[in-house]
């Protein structure tokens, strides 16, 4: 099992910014990918951001140029630094880790959340 745990979220003006961590612990060997998902109020989970463990970065269009996702594989610790922050970027941020195992088999591993309000 992976245990993460997120901190970092907060109340921001738009315009601002957050940064937002998560530490992995426990079975952490054969962590493929680790991620930022999040999910506003009515709204489906999506992805925000990943990076793979040779540092491979994805980033959803709406976050491109503004978010940065980065990984501290000494403390097994993946950050996500967000600015010129709007609203509609108000949401539970979800810290995600999945390994990828044999015969297709998908491991996915989810954080309490952090919520991340924006305000205008």
């Known amino acids: 099992q992976v245990q993460l745990v997120e901190s970092g979220g907060g109340l921001v003006q738009a315009g601002g910014s957050l940064r937002v961590s998560c530490a992995a612990s426990?079975?952490?060997?054969?962590?493929?990918?680790m991620g930022w998902h999040r999910q506003a109020p009515g709204k489906q989970r999506e992805l925000v951001a990943d990076?793979?463990?040779?540092?491979?970065?994805n980033y959803a269009d709406s976050v491109k140029g503004r978010f940065t996702i980065s990984r501290d594989s000494a403390k097994s610790t993946v950050y996500l630094q967000m600015n010129s922050l709007k609203p509609e970027d108000t949401a539970v941020y979800y810290c995600?880790?999945?390994?990828?195992?044999?015969?297709?088999?998908?491991?996915?591993?989810w954080g309490q959340g952090t919520q991340v309000t924006v305000s205008s």
């Open positions: 995600n880790a999945r390994k990828y195992g044999a015969f297709g088999v998908i491991e996915d591993y």
């Open positions: 426990g079975s952490i060997f054969g962590i493929d990918v």
């Open positions: 990076i793979t463990r040779r540092g491979k970065t």
